[in-house]
């Protein structure tokens, strides 16, 4: 859903993450604090799109890193909020809710809140964790695996302060991307790499997606199973995501587990094996 909206100011109010769940918050009263959310204009047309459907993907998030809350703001009112939700809704008018009815699974009716405001400080993390997700996801796409080692080693910062056993704390862009042996070895970077990209992306993606089944009404009544994206930022982590897929070798069937564009085969011997079976084909 979206909006035009605006920046306010709550006074005697401070923001509170719900722990183990990073899409929720809780707003409580204090008296010395103040949270900036982003708002719904009153009044303002509310529109309804589909995320997965249209050019929209984690690097425009991640490029309001540097940009004034003004342009920040712009870019919420064209493409809606990321979806952090409060537990507890605070009472407060300035705050506004809308209610999407209808029928939302096959066992009955379900009711769906869209929340009017999102704290300004959770769109700015989930922006610079953005930025390091893409950042990794870029860096994994260079075509040799030297190359990659090369990217990946001027961008994940280590802290020798973090360290416990052989595991240091590592960061990109000053995003926390979790514990790791420090790599030595190219291959040991994209491991690092794609381990520290699921790290980011478990930490947003919990309870963003939910299984369903639906009935479509139609004469055969036809039983159809699907996923249920919860919030705009889930639905940008999958488009990543399905952008990292792997493609099979034509070969032998396995996953291609280097990231060469346009790769057909898993390696030398699956190479050599196409070589020989389309020799074959030829002469015969």
């Given at each position: 859903?979206?909006?035009?909206?605006?920046?306010?100011?709550?006074?005697?109010?401070?923001?509170?993450?719900?722990?183990?769940?990073?899409?929720?918050?809780?707003?409580?009263?204090?008296?010395?604090?103040?949270?900036?959310?982003?708002?719904?204009?009153?009044?303002?047309?509310?529109?309804?799109?589909?995320?997965?459907?249209?050019?929209?993907?984690?690097?425009?998030?991640?490029?309001?890193?540097?940009?004034?809350?003004?342009?920040?703001?712009?870019?919420?009112?064209?493409?809606?909020?990321?979806?952090?939700?409060?537990?507890?809704?605070?009472?407060h008018s300035l705050l506004v809710t809308h209610i999407i009815p209808g029928r939302d699974r096959f066992f009955g009716p379900e009711?769906?809140?869209?929340?009017?405001?999102?704290?300004?400080?959770?769109?700015?993390?989930?922006?610079?964790?953005?930025?390091?997700?893409?950042?990794?996801?870029?860096?994994?796409?260079?075509?040799?695996?030297?190359?990659?080692?090369?990217?990946?080693?001027?961008?994940?910062?280590?802290?020798?302060?973090?360290?416990?056993?052989?595991?240091?704390?590592?960061?990109?862009?000053?995003?926390?991307?979790?514990?790791?042996?420090?790599?030595?070895?190219?291959?040991?970077?994209?491991?690092?790499?794609?381990?520290?990209?699921?790290?980011?992306?478990?930490?947003?993606?919990?309870?963003?997606?939910?299984?369903?089944?639906?009935?479509?009404?139609?004469?055969?009544?036809?039983?159809?199973?699907?996923?249920?994206?919860?919030?705009?930022?889930?639905?940008?982590?999958?488009?990543?995501?399905?952008?990292?897929?792997?493609?099979?070798?034509?070969?032998?069937?396995?996953?291609?587990?280097?990231?060469?564009?346009?790769?057909?085969?898993?390696?030398?011997?699956?190479?050599?094996?196409?070589?020989?079976?389309?020799?074959?084909?030829?002469?015969?």
């Open positions: 859903m979206t909006a035009p909206c605006k920046l306010l100011k709550l006074n005697q109010v401070r923001l509170v993450r719900v722990q183990n769940k990073p899409m929720e918050y809780v707003l409580k009263t204090d008296s010395d604090a103040t949270v900036e959310m982003v708002r719904w204009i009153d009044n303002a047309e509310v529109k309804l799109f589909d995320p997965l459907g249209v050019d929209l993907s984690l690097h425009d998030l991640a490029s309001l890193a540097d940009q004034t809350n003004t342009e920040l703001i712009k870019w919420i009112s064209k493409w809606g909020f990321l979806g952090f939700r409060p537990v507890y809704p605070l009472s009711h769906r809140i869209a929340y009017g405001y999102e704290p300004l400080a959770l769109i700015r993390e989930s922006i610079n964790v953005a930025k390091a997700a893409t950042a990794l996801y870029q860096a994994l796409k260079a075509p040799s695996i030297h190359d990659r080692a090369k990217n990946l080693k001027e961008l994940i910062i280590p802290d020798d302060s973090t360290r416990v056993g052989n595991e240091i704390k590592m960061r990109v862009f000053g995003v926390d991307i979790g514990k790791h042996a420090q790599p030595h070895k190219s291959v040991e970077y994209d491991r690092l790499a794609l381990r520290g990209l699921g790290i980011l992306t478990d930490w947003y993606l919990g309870s963003e997606f939910q299984l369903y089944w639906t009935e479509e009404r139609v004469l055969t009544h036809e039983i159809r199973l699907g996923w249920k994206v919860q919030s705009l930022l889930g639905a940008l982590y999958l488009k990543l995501g399905y952008s990292l897929r792997r493609a099979r070798c034509v070969a032998c069937g396995a996953p291609i587990g280097h990231l060469r564009q346009g790769a057909k085969t898993c390696g030398p011997a699956c190479r050599q094996r196409m070589r020989r079976r389309n020799m074959k084909s030829v002469k015969s």
